[in-house]
């Protein structure tokens, strides 16, 4: 079985930071992509960053320039740095990542984390 394990998230006033982190267990052959999602109260479910393999980024316009994904491919880990933070960036965030398990060598994956609230008040 292979498991995504979220932290890191929290309550912070606007204008602070939160650091989220994504860990990956079990059985595995390779970690492809990897990202992270949030989804807020009454919203659908957003992108918010993905990083490749080789370490390609993409952001959704509205954390440009305030967040950023990275990864240690030795931990197995993900990370997504926050910014300067604002109350619509509340929400649920979810990593996940498009594996190749070693027993199921020939076919890939996606897994997702069980999430970890941020919320971002006064």
């Known amino acids: 079985q292979v498991q995504l394990v979220e932290s890191g998230g929290g309550l912070v006033q606007p204008g602070g930071s939160l650091r989220l982190s994504c860990a990956a267990s079990?059985?595995?052959?390779?970690?492809?992509?990897m990202g992270w999602y949030r989804q807020g109260a009454g919203k659908q479910r957003e992108v918010v960053a993905t990083?490749?393999?080789?370490?390609?980024?993409n952001y959704a316009d509205s954390v440009k320039g305030r967040f950023t994904i990275s990864r240690d491919n030795a931990k197995n880990t993900v990370y997504l740095q926050m910014n300067s933070l604002k109350p619509e960036d509340t929400a649920v965030y979810h990593c996940?990542?498009?594996?190749?398990?070693?027993?199921?060598?020939?076919?890939?994956?996606?897994?997702w984390g069980q999430g970890t609230q941020v919320t971002v008040s006064s």
């Open positions: 996940n990542a498009d594996i190749v398990r070693s027993d199921r060598p020939y076919s890939a994956y996606a897994y």
């Open positions: 990083i490749t393999s080789g370490g390609s980024t």
């Open positions: 079990g059985s595995f052959f390779r970690i492809n992509d």
